[in-house]
């Protein structure tokens, strides 16, 4: 329905590269129309009532008990006096008699309790039964299941993974909250360069793309697969018609966005037609080292994708050497909307986008943690404390893949990537 809720608390990878995601998953789902997910979600519901039905009795019995334990001695002395009352008649004078009555009144919020325990037997009875139904649902789900063959559980499965897939696309944005180890994909190259895949075609687009050195490069290697990049092979070169400034490129729904050396104009490179499309200066923005990241190697722009699109990355002199973010239209790279961070560019050792959020690390060195975080939707910052292990010492250049929910990161040589963790609350609604 259109009311229900996903909650995902984290989404990450496992050691044995499994991808992990914690979820509160709505009751009512598409799944709900499966006899079999029908016939177990109700029989958690069952246990669900017997188990509160079970802590209600136990919390009650005890409560009672301990009245009834109090409530001892006063039936002890009740039963003495009725027994001398008994024996001698004589001996109750008016005076004995309001006493006994006085005992009785306190003993007289005992029955109640004692209504309770007979309703509590009736109770027992009633779970003793649905105890002994959930065991034949039991049996009769174990059965079902069992037959099914090979070839209708994998389809299943399959269908669960289009659904797993489709529930995927449909996250919302989260908050950074933890970065994973490092995963070493590959050695190659030199100090300093850039690789990525692209951020926004379907998953089935497995291409990486590689870009060795930090300025005056024109080659652009075109990977079919990831496994292709790992050994080296089954490549096609581009060769840029402009060559590039800086390591800050990213691939976004077929096209290289990237900064035109000693300049700080925008290109907008198309691998399939290969050509440029649009070129287009960004008012202001420092280049050619005037504003770099704490690195150097003329990291003065960087592009960026997140879940919102593509943005800029630079400062000017008017923002005083601070971090400008720039919202930019991928068909005409016309900045659409800036924030000044007021965090200074050349403390910053990287940066990348989140789902429209800034997070800045304080070194390109080991001991880098993500230091600074900047929210564009409210115009507010925060510092942040989240460590980052950079394994080989000299990051330049780091960038968030919002498809694959990865950072990307070239670091001294070596080709890295690191799984985040990110915290969600989103809805959605219609079928999955």
């Not at 590959?186 to 692209?198: E, H, I, P």
């Not at 930090?214 to 652009?220: A, F, L």
């Not at 070194?363 to 460590?387: R, V």
Request: hydrophobic share 35%; proline share 3%; glycine share 6%.
């Amino acid at each position: 329905s259109p009311d229900e809720g996903w909650q995902v608390y984290t989404s990450a990878q496992a050691p044995d590269g499994k991808c992990l995601c914690t979820a509160v998953i709505p009751v009512q789902g598409t799944c709900s129309r499966d006899l079999r997910s029908h016939q177990l979600r109700q029989l958690m519901e069952k246990v669900q009532n017997i188990s509160q039905s079970m802590e209600v009795l136990d919390l009650r019995t005890y409560r009672d008990l301990q009245y009834v334990r109090n409530t001892e001695s006063l039936m002890k002395g009740l039963d003495s006096r009725l027994k001398v009352a008994s024996e001698s008649q004589k001996s109750l004078n008016a005076k004995s008699f309001q006493e006994l009555k006085d005992k009785m009144t306190e003993l007289l919020p005992l029955t109640p309790v004692l209504d309770q325990y007979k309703s509590d037997t009736r109770l027992i009875v009633h779970l003793k039964e649905e105890v002994r139904n959930l065991s034949g649902l039991l049996l009769a789900i174990q059965e079902e299941m069992g037959a099914y063959d090979y070839e209708e559980l994998q389809q299943r499965v399959l269908t669960l993974e289009a659904r797993l897939h489709a529930c995927m696309q449909k996250l919302g944005c989260g908050k950074l909250t933890g970065v994973s180890n490092p995963i070493t994909i590959r050695a190659s190259g030199s100090r300093f360069g850039s690789w990525m895949t692209d951020t926004m075609t379907p998953s089935a687009d497995s291409r990486v793309w590689y870009m060795d050195g930090y300025y005056k490069g024109r080659r652009v290697l075109e990977f079919r697969t990831l496994n292709d990049f790992v050994t080296g092979q089954n490549f096609v070169q581009h060769l840029l018609p402009h060559p590039w400034a800086g390591t800050g490129h990213v691939v976004f729904n077929g096209s290289l966005y990237y900064n035109k050396y000693q300049s700080n104009i925008a290109v907008k490179y198309h691998f399939r037609s290969r050509s440029v499309l649009v070129q287009r200066s960004l008012a202001g923005a420092g280049y050619n080292n005037t504003f770099p990241y704490s690195w150097g190697g003329f990291s003065d722009i960087d592009f960026m994708v997140d879940e919102n699109g593509l943005w800029a990355v630079y400062t000017t002199n008017q923002n005083a050497g601070n971090i400008v973010v720039s919202r930019v239209d991928p068909q005409t790279l016309e900045v659409l909307r800036s924030w000044d961070t007021g965090y200074p560019k050349r403390s910053a050792g990287e940066s990348f986008m989140i789902c429209g959020t800034l997070y800045v690390t304080n070194s390109h060195l080991a001991g880098a943690k993500i230091y600074f975080a900047y929210y564009t939707n409210t115009s507010s910052y925060e510092y942040t404390d989240i460590p980052f292990h950079n394994q080989y010492s000299h990051i330049s250049m780091l960038d968030y893949n919002p498809r694959e929910r990865v950072l990307y990161t070239w670091n001294n040589g070596h080709q890295v990537i690191y799984n985040v963790t990110l915290f969600h609350v989103i809805k959605t609604s219609g079928e999955l």
